[in-house]
């Protein structure tokens, strides 16, 4: 995992993190030595023998707070929102403003 690989974005708000509202964490700390952190996460997923193979290039940096993750795809350059419950299929593409957004407005396409 480099975080140097990560957007622009994504990095102004290392290595404190950013949560948007009580528990949606759209960056996590770098490390804190939490579980969530951006260290920890991406530790933890790549540990587990359920993790897609076809996401092992993904930089996880953030969470909602109910379960999905963000991560950047520095190949494809671009971000994308995850549920470890559908095994390697990504719930949504954008850029990373576009699934910030898409969080805080609950959900709802702009």
Same mark, same amino acid.
């Given at each position: 995992? *480099?975080?140097?690989?990560?957007?622009?974005?994504? #990095?102004?708000?290392?290595? =404190?993190?950013?949560?948007?509202?009580?528990?949606?964490?759209?960056? @996590?700390? $770098? +490390? %804190?030595?939490?579980?969530?952190?951006?260290?920890? $996460? %991406?530790? /933890?997923? #790549?540990? *587990? +023998? !359920?993790?897609?193979?076809? @996401?092992?290039?993904?930089? !996880? &940096?953030?969470?909602?707070?109910?379960? =999905? &993750?963000?991560? /950047? +795809?520095?190949?494809?350059?671009?971000?994308? @929102? /995850? =549920?470890?419950?559908?095994?390697?299929?990504? /719930?949504? $593409?954008?850029?990373?403003?576009? @699934? !910030? +957004? &898409?969080?805080? #407005?609950?959900?709802?396409?702009?």
């Amino acid at each position: 995992m *480099e975080i140097s690989q990560l957007p622009q974005e994504v #990095r102004a708000h290392l290595p =404190n993190g950013y949560e948007s509202s009580q528990g949606v964490w759209l960056v @996590l700390p $770098t +490390d %804190n030595g939490a579980e969530r952190s951006v260290s920890a $996460t %991406n530790t /933890w997923l #790549r540990a *587990e +023998d !359920w993790y897609p193979v076809s @996401l092992q290039s993904i930089i !996880w &940096f953030g969470d909602d707070g109910i379960g =999905n &993750f963000l991560g /950047w +795809d520095p190949v494809a350059g671009y971000a994308i @929102l /995850w =549920n470890p419950e559908d095994g390697d299929e990504v /719930w949504r $593409t954008g850029s990373v403003a576009e @699934l !910030w +957004d &898409f969080i805080v #407005r609950g959900y709802a396409a702009s």
